[in-house]
């Protein structure tokens, strides 16, 4: 190995090279290390006297460090998105006021919504009083009474 | 080669490893658990997600957008013990996914088996006339009872919409029979009022024209016997008036009126050029009577201008 002169453009080199694989087979594996290789390549071409263990071992720890650097970042900053009730079905109801179409009884009871009937719970109110839902949990609503 | 070399490698090859086994990406539409040494301890979202290599893993990888499922045919007898096949189709969504992962086995085979069971349980307790007529009753019957027994799974039923209901073939035969006679009836019985309705009207009309001819007769009647009443009053006027007349001058005045009536019509029996013939009246004597009482009229007349 010691005939090889490593330089810095072989790091970013593997850089891109793994950023390649990356965008061919998605799986988000292979960016942390080109993230790792790129920084590499700037520590040899400011240190050019760096060893080639040390060079390595930079690497190694690097491609771990980005994703523990990464998810500090976005428990930070969570994404954003335009459907952020999207799959969450039940979520979508939460605020809306609702019907009952079986009294609540014993914190029980039903409502309808589109073409579908769900359980709720809540205060012990009759049948045909108005409630609102104000959370989801699983497949029951909890709901309040309004007047 | 060092031994700080091969460490290096090693390390190199374990930092891989690591990153390889740490970072998850989970599609939308899919929800991940995971489990630490086997234990649920939380579910992955959709997005990029970093759990702890080693000590966490992946358990099950749910799809949490609503599926639907085919529920097989299946023969089920109804209440008067016809036997018809049925299908169906179920949808449903998970909603819960640690509980869909963990609460039941085999999701999809317990879903389809709670739904063939209840299609079973309704139908049976339904008439081959209501199971055809009401599948909305049935649909809507079926989703409130699976939607309460999959409650614990962590899913909700959002619908079960019965397919198929075939009878058998020689029911649905004798069904085509009983709705043809049907009409056949109701066919034979709309003639047949036609018919009645018909003839009453005819025989009204007949009635109508018969009073309305017995009536122009009464009243036509009437008016004759009206008339004759009148020319009875006019006669007896006029024979009133005569006699008044009569009364009043001499009674020979009548003989003067007769002979001449009675010299007009010999005219014209005479005339009459058919018949030769001249048919004197039987009392021709009375005629010369009148000619009597002209003579007696004459010689008053005379006597009263040599006074």
């Keep these: ?147 | 080669m060092t031994g700080f070399g091969i460490f290096v490698t090693a390390l190199l090859i374990f930092a891989v490893l690591m990153v390889i086994m740490s970072v998850k990406s989970v599609p939308q539409g899919m929800e991940y658990t995971v489990e630490r040494f086997g234990r649920y301890t939380g579910t992955l979202t959709p997005g990029l997600n970093i759990i702890v290599p080693i000590i966490d893993r992946i358990g099950r990888k749910l799809n949490v957008m609503e599926q639907v499922l085919d529920v097989p045919s299946q023969e089920v007898i109804t209440k008067d013990n016809a036997m018809v096949r049925v299908d169906g189709v179920v949808f449903y969504q998970i909603m819960d996914s640690p509980k869909a992962a963990y609460e039941v086995n085999n999701l999809d085979h317990a879903i389809v088996n709670l739904v063939m069971t209840n299609i079973r349980t309704v139908m049976g307790s339904m008439d081959l006339d209501e199971l055809l007529s009401r599948r909305d009753d049935i649909n809507a019957k079926l989703l409130s009872v699976v939607d309460d027994a999959t409650t614990p799974w962590g899913i909700k039923v959002t619908r079960i919409e019965i397919k198929d209901i075939e009878p058998p073939r020689d029911l649905v035969e004798s069904m085509a029979r009983q709705m043809k006679a049907e009409r056949e009836k109701r066919a034979a019985i709309l003639e047949a009022e036609g018919h009645k309705q018909a003839e009453i009207l005819r025989a009204d009309g007949e009635k109508q024209a018969a009073i309305l001819d017995a009536e122009g007769r009464r009243e036509s009647a009437f008016r004759d016997a009206e008339a004759r009443e009148r020319l009875a009053e006019a006669e007896a006027r006029a024979t009133t008036m005569v006699s008044e007349a009569i009364a009043k001058g001499d009674i020979q005045a009548i003989n003067y009126f007769v002979a001449q009536k009675y010299v007009e019509s010999l005219k014209e029996v005479a005339a009459a050029d058919n018949s030769k013939v001249v048919l004197m009246p039987l009392e021709a004597s009375s005629v010369i009577g009148a000619l009597g009482g002209i003579t007696e009229l004459a010689k008053e007349a005379m006597a009263k201008r040599e006074k």
């Design chain 1, 1 to 147: 190995m010691a005939e090889i002169e490593l330089i810095f453009w072989y790091w970013w080199v593997l850089a891109l090279v793994l950023l390649g694989i990356e965008i061919l087979a998605p799986g988000f594996f292979f960016l942390w290390m080109a993230i790792a290789g790129l920084i590499t390549g700037i520590v040899l071409f400011l240190v050019p006297s760096t060893g080639f263990e040390i060079q390595l071992l930079i690497f190694s720890v690097l491609s771990f460090a980005s994703v523990v650097v990464w998810r500090r970042y976005v428990g930070k900053h969570p994404e954003q998105t335009d459907h952020p009730l999207l799959n969450k079905r039940g979520a979508q109801y939460v605020g809306r006021t609702f019907t009952l179409i079986e009294a609540i009884e014993n914190g029980q009871g039903k409502i309808k919504t589109g073409d579908s009937i769900w359980k709720v719970y809540g205060e012990d109110c009759p049948q045909g009083a108005k409630v609102k839902v104000t959370a989801v949990e699983g497949t029951v609503f909890k709901v309040e009474k309004i007047d």
